[in-house]
Structures are given as structure tokens and as C-alpha cells.
């Protein structure tokens, strides 16, 4: 069977999160079981005690062989680990074969969006600072994304990971010179990649995330990107989704949904 053609918005959030675990620290893999694999231009992750479903899944695999190899790949593993698929490109085979495995449907669809570099700067409310992280605040912006997603303060090393090294920006957001917010950004061959996009409870609906992908955006072009993707929870109709809409209103337009399935049902 051929192998999936992993289209090029997608190559490249595989090829950060590779990158994500490659630079964290090496005590994670000896205390926390973190690994991961790449294979057949996707990748399979595993960080065990990370809540779900990011940093515990199978990405861009579609041919039966790949599949197989990463589900065998997690045994023992432990975790919640996830297959994200896009059904509507995956073969009937491999569908059947998701079914006969008995995974079950888990949370919502995520939505993949991509946008075209902006022309000229883009701009957000002038009370809004954007500052990237060097190493002097490695610590700074993995503590601040660890407390606005809610992760376990465990995981702010396997974040800090990342600032200041070749390929990401890190980027703090402040009100009134106090962190209100983080961004992160992973650019390579024309393409970036944008994730790690919180706010601090109290700064909430202040246009803090909207500043935050704008300022990305910004640096992005400077850094010769063409193309930015993100991905989000899909929401639910009748529903406002406000990482969706905020995308959307930066410009950003969908592109497919992948579907979340619970490799190992309890």
C-alpha cells in the first residue's frame, strides 16, 4: 500500500514536535519515559504523565504497516496516547482496520488552519507587549505556559527546552509589565508552525492571544515564512470556540480536521 502523502501544513508541526522532544532535557527520558519516533515522514510521542492528548499521540501516519509499527511502538508505555487522522483522506482499509481495533472516538476533532504571511506588519492593541524569551527567561515562559494550560509545574523543563534554540521563537506576552501570555513558534523551510498559545487567567479577554499570533506572524515574514498552520480544538456546534475564533479572525482558514482516537481503551 503506498504511504500517505503528509501534506506540507501538517509535515511541519510533525517535524517541531520531533524537534520538542529531541531538545528536552535528558533526565525526562531516564524519569519521565519521554521518547519518540519518526516514521514514514510522521511521528509518534510519548510523555507519559503530560495530560492529553498533545504530547502523547501518532501523527501523520495513514498506511496500515506505519500504523501498526507506532501502536506497537507505545506498548507499555503508559499515558493516554491518541491517533490523529484525518478520515477523509485515510483508505477504507485503514478505517476498518480503526474499528476493528475497537478505538474509541475521544474529545473533540482538532481543526487544522493555515494563512499566508502578512504583506505588511500587522498590528494589536498598543497596551499589549510582545517580548521573546532568551535563555535568562527560559524559566519565566515555561512556568507562565504550565499555568495557563493547567500542566503539572513537572512539566515547565520540558518547555524551557525549546527557548532560544534554532528554529523556535518563545514569545511572553505583558500588560502593564506583568506576564499575561505565551506563543511559541517553530519555522522551517518556508512554513512555521504556531502552538503554545495560552493566557494567564487574570488577563484573559484582553486581546492578549490575538496580539500574540499577530506578533508571530510578524516575525515569521521577517524570517522568510510563507505559510502558517495551527491547529485547534474543532467547536462544537452552536458553541464559540475561542482559539478557533481567534484564528479565524487573524485570517487563518481550515484546511482539514483530524479526528482523536484512544489508542488504548480502558
Not at 456546534?237 to 484564528?247: D, I, L
Request: aromatic share 10%; hydrophobic share 45%.
Amino acid at each position: 500500500m503506498t504511504s500517505y502523502n503528509v501534506p506540507l501544513e501538517e509535515r511541519i508541526e510533525i517535524r517541531a514536535f520531533l524537534d520538542l522532544f529531541r531538545l528536552a532535557p535528558k533526565s525526562l527520558a531516564a524519569e519521565a519515559a519521554l521518547a519518540y519516533l519518526s516514521i514514514e515522514g510522521g511521528c509518534a510521542v510519548s510523555l507519559p504523565f503530560a495530560p492529553p492528548i498533545g504530547l502523547n499521540r501518532i501523527l501523520g501516519l495513514r498506511d496500515l504497516a506505519s500504523l501498526e509499527k507506532a501502536i506497537r511502538w507505545f506498548d507499555r508505555r503508559g499515558g493516554a496516547p491518541r491517533l490523529q487522522i484525518d478520515e477523509n483522506v485515510a483508505s477504507a482499509d485503514v478505517l476498518g482496520w480503526i474499528a476493528h481495533q475497537g478505538m474509541a472516538k475521544s474529545g473533540p476533532a482538532w481543526v487544522k488552519l493555515t494563512c499566508s504571511a502578512p504583506s505588511s506588519p500587522v498590528l494589536w492593541t498598543s497596551d499589549i507587549e510582545i517580548r521573546a524569551a532568551g535563555i535568562g527567561e527560559a524559566k519565566l515562559f515555561a512556568e507562565l505556559m504550565c499555568e495557563g494550560f493547567g500542566f503539572p509545574k513537572s512539566l515547565a523543563p520540558f518547555w524551557a527546552g525549546i527557548v532560544a534554540r534554532p528554529g523556535w521563537t518563545c514569545l511572553v506576552a505583558y500588560i502593564d509589565k506583568v506576564p499575561a501570555g505565551t506563543g511559541i513558534m517553530y519555522a522551517a523551510d518556508g512554513y512555521a508552525w504556531l502552538g503554545g498559545g495560552t493566557t494567564i487567567a487574570a488577563f484573559r479577554n484582553r486581546g492578549v492571544q490575538t496580539a500574540l499570533i499577530r506578533a508571530r506572524m510578524n516575525l515569521g515574514a521577517e524570517q522568510g515564512v510563507k505559510i502558517f498552520a495551527v491547529e485547534t480544538a474543532e467547536p462544537e456546534p452552536g458553541k464559540y470556540g475561542v482559539s478557533f475564533e481567534n484564528v479565524v479572525k487573524a485570517g487563518f482558514r481550515q484546511v482539514f480536521v483530524r479526528q482523536n482516537y484512544l489508542i488504548n481503551p480502558s
